[in-house]
């Protein structure tokens, strides 16, 4: 899947790609994509991966301040602690499917009726016990049929969760029939078998099958498969499925059919069908060997036009994995259809993908920049799946980091190449500190291969997603370009058609390239951040200097003692009178010198030790940051951060040089020191004027961090989000007033950036424009200018990325007290809701940007949610308004509790309708032992108890109940 929203400093990352992040993960992961401040640099929602929603039937909410009534089937209440599953339990399924045949007879006025003919083979004298999540008001069991022998309801057992067939009952070889009902339009989970807006939709990962009908809901369970799907022509003249279409035609009534046939074996989680009328927009992409593949995006009708970009970026993707990993296409089709109502942000199912709308649809006028991006992330992300995920699968859960981690570091490496290395590989790191190393901290930590799980909606995660990634990165940088493709190589030859494990994937790397990657697998089974501090000696004489790294790792949940990790650590030096990179040979190692040296990290304590060093350096230490690890370099003075500012030639160590020097003096600033301020603002001017900086990389470079990157900073149970609000408005204030002028300068460059042009070079200098233009309005109140020219930008702004530049400068940035700031606040807000009302998308922008505003109060939140604009129900809708909210600590951290009270109301009436939203708007709570005062922490700790006395799903209960131990 790609991302999933996730809640971090900057807001809710959506991905991964679906990256599911979170009680958490991709991405984006970002409910609603809205820019909360160009100061943070970052979007507010970032979207991993799988799904949003819209209107559905069923829900009322008579006011904002009332709990909503739900007219619909609601998840069972938790009666008992839910079981936990656990990754050593694992067990070969008893018995073998071989073919899957499913009959959908959608219909409106009735419930769908689904017949499922599964071919099994024994394995074993066991009973069959089969999944099936069974609720009259979704789906009721019809009938059960062994071969020709129609099984009476004594001859089996149903309870609310399975199925059982005694063995006694089955042959060697079989054919299982199951006939059940389903009630899509109620199904308001968007789990197994939905209505999105008149559409049928299925969304089957990760376990959703068993929504639909009884079956063995496991990756492992591989078979092949044939839908054939009958609905009124009418209504739904596109009937979907995966694999190539081989039958279709009229039937009586106004009916008419399609039959799919997949010939790749699949697991039940890639199954799709979608029926609708829908608009359809093709193309064509011919594969290395000469298939042409038909290419089809389908969308609501008026949206063909916002395809292009789509579908220009799938075929980047297909010509991309050939090039890149020699994978080529294998059916004759490749089906997109975006839809509304999904939980996050795509999903890769064989042949047809099913994504948000928010990953499709794009024009300049009504998509930023950033828009644009993850839209060619995401669907190069799921694009990439068809090999890893699709023809290799995962043998269990546990196991997702094997398809996810994987694809993620393949989608960031074709973004990657497609755009600025640089500015990408700085983006992943923020999204990974910002979320993930907040997850290793914090209650929810777990190894990418997680040892169980309650609930596996849950583990869709960040680390699962990001951390694996950069797991897979690592690998890829031990063993070079040309070993990691023979590793990937071998990895495919030898488990096509497939359920592995993340071993198997490990052991292809060293069988294809002699390495003993036993120690390294320790990141598989390990939890949290190591961390690396490192020391230097110079001898001048001897033109020598020793490089000392020592290794840790903080104690997680069930694991207190750490074994050391195999950490790639990549090292430059700088001259510092050269102000160069200095050749590197190490003592001892003949391999031929360049100015980049990747180190093997293995013990507690290693000292390495460079020779012919011809004068003295500065360290660029973690270049392109090659391992998930957080670096400190005690001996690092202002000094030495101000000249890898200006000098280091690796760009994300040059980006991290200034971060540490922020960091560094807002923590001395937020402890009530009075560090100065002139050394930080100067080497800030020299970034700003230095013209030689790509644009978008300086946007980057001049960002500050943001106050929960910085709590996250802070020892356990002092970070108080007024004292950190306060000394960060203080630092960015100081440097606006000290250099702008040379903001003024450098906005006036850029600001007639060619508005409609998507390329890398125009979104640079929109970038820095924007980010000037927040900056600027910071000092309004001095200084009228700044708002007067971002209310004209926003005026006159011809596309997305302008208007939502210069209407985040009004709301986000403009001091309240500033003369004019709330009439011009007002006014922008509802310009902009009136020009895009009809538009969605650009709805959630607006949703997002009001619920991340300066001061929002829970009275605030309350009108914003009562607006006709608002659906408790659409999953991207709440990602934005109640995602904006949590993004912004002063105005959800509020001491009074305020804030906690409302977000644990909102918990409780999302459980009620999607559990896997819920939980991840739960995960705010997640981090509570770190806040101050001691009245924060003791009020969010009673929210999470009150909530736990409500009736809870096994989703929302497994991230509050771990929460609190």
Known sequence: MADVPTPTPHGFHTRFARRRTFGVVREDLLGAGVLLSAIAAAAALWSY?????????????????????????TTSAVEAPPKEIFR???????????????????????????????????????????????????????????????????????????????????????????????????????????????????QEEAEGFRNMTYFYDRPDNMATYT?????????????????????????????????????????????????????????????????????????????????????????????????????EYDLDQFNVVAVSDFNMGAMENKSLNVFNDRYVLANPKTATDSDFSGIERVVGHEYFHNWTGNRVTCRDWFQLTLKEGLTVYRDQEFSADMNSRAVKRIGDVMRLRTAQFRQDAGPMAHP????????????????VYEKGAEVIRMMATILGTDGFRKGTNLYFERHDGQAVTCDDFVAAMED?????????????????????????????????????????????????????????????????????????????????????????????????????????????????????????????????????????????????????????????????????????????????????????????????????????????????????????????????????????????????????ETSGEAAGRRSIKNLMLMYLTKITDADPKALTTAIAQFESAENMTDQL????????????????????REEVLANFYEQWKHDNLVVLKWLGMQASGSGMTVEGMQKLMAHEAFELKNPNKVYATIGGFCAVPVNVHKLDGSGYKFMADVVKDLDKINPQVAARMAGLFTGWKKYAPAQRRDTMKAQMESMLAADLSPDTYEILSKSLL
């Open 49 to 73: 991966g799988k799904r949003p929603v819209t209107a559905l039937q069923g829900v009322v909410a008579t006011s904002p301040s009332q709990p909503v009534v739900a007219m619909f089937a």
């Open 88 to 202: 050593k339990d694992y067990k070969v399924l008893p018995y073998e499917a071989s073919h899957v045949d499913m009959k959908f007879e959608l219909r409106d006025e009735v419930k769908t009726t689904l017949t499922t003919a599964v071919a099994y083979k024994r394995r074993s004298a066991k009973d069959m016990v089969l999944s099936g999540e069974s609720k009259p008001a979704l789906m009721e069991l019809v009938s059960v049929k062994v071969g020709d022998t129609v099984l009476t309801p004594d001859q089996y057992t149903v309870t609310d969760k399975d199925l059982t067939i005694p063995a006694a009952l089955l042959l060697d070889e079989f054919v299982l029939e199951i006939v059940t009902k389903l009630d899509a339009g109620a199904n308001t989970s968007l789990s197994g078998l939905y209505k999105s807006s008149g559409i049928f939709c299925t």
């Open 227 to 327: 839908t054939l799907i009958t609905a009124e022509k009418q209504k739904y003249p596109y009937l979907l499925s995966n694999g190539n279409p081989v039958d279709s035609g009229d039937l009586e009534d106004g009916l008419h059919f399609v039959k799919w046939e997949d010939p790749w074996p699949k697991p039940c989680y890639l199954f799709a069908l979608v029926a609708g009328d829908l608009a359809c927009v093709s193309d064509e992409f011919v594969t290395v060997s000469g298939r042409k593949v038909l290419l089809r995006i389908f969308v609501e009708h008026g949206n063909e036009d916002q395809t292009t970009h789509a579908m220009e970026s799938l075929k980047k993707s297909f010509k991309w994995d050939e090039e890149r990993f020699g994978r």
């Open 448 to 463: 990418i291969r997680p040892e169980s799980y309650i609930s596996m909606d849950n583990f869709y995660t960040v680390t």
């Open 512 to 756: 294809a390239t002699g390495e003993d990657f036993t120690q390294f697998k320790r990141w598989y089974s390990q939890a949290g951040t190591p961390v690396l501090e490192a020391t230097t000696a110079y001898d001048a004489d001897l033109k020598q200097l020793s490089l000392t790294v020592k290794q840790s790792c903080p104690a997680t949940p069930k694991q207190s003692a750490k074994e050391p990790f195999d950490i790639p650590l990549a090292v430059g030096l700088i001259g510092k009178e050269s102000t160069q990179p200095v050749p590197l040979k190490l003592q001892g190692d003949s391999a031929a010198a360049g100015t980049t040296k990747v180190l093997r990290v293995t013990e507690p304590e290693q000292t390495y030790t460079f020779v012919d060093v011809p004068e003295d350096v500065v360290p660029s230490l973690l270049r392109e940051f090659s391992a998930p690890v957080k670096l400190t370099v005690p001996q690092r003075t202002d000094a030495d951060l101000q000249f890898l500012m200006a000098h280091d030639t690796d760009e994300f160590c040059r980006w991290e040089a200034g971060q540490e020097y922020a960091q560094k003096v807002l923590l001395a600033l937020i402890k009530g020191e009075t560090p100065d301020l002139t050394g930080l603002v100067a080497a800030f001017k020299g970034t700003l004027c230095d013209t030689s900086l790509d644009n978008a990389f300086k946007a980057l470079a001049l960002s500050l961090p943001t106050e929960s990157y910085l709590a996250d900073l802070l020892p356990e149970g002092e970070a108080d989000p007024d004292v950190i609000h306060e000394k960060r408005e203080l630092l960015v204030r100081s440097i606006c007033e000290a250099c702008a002028v040379d903001m003024w300068a450098v906005y006036e460059a850029n600001k007639d950036a060619v508005r409609g």
């Open 805 to 824: 530049g210069a209407m985040s400068a009004v709301v986000l940035s403009c001091p309240p007290e500033a003369p004019g700031a709330a009439v011009a």
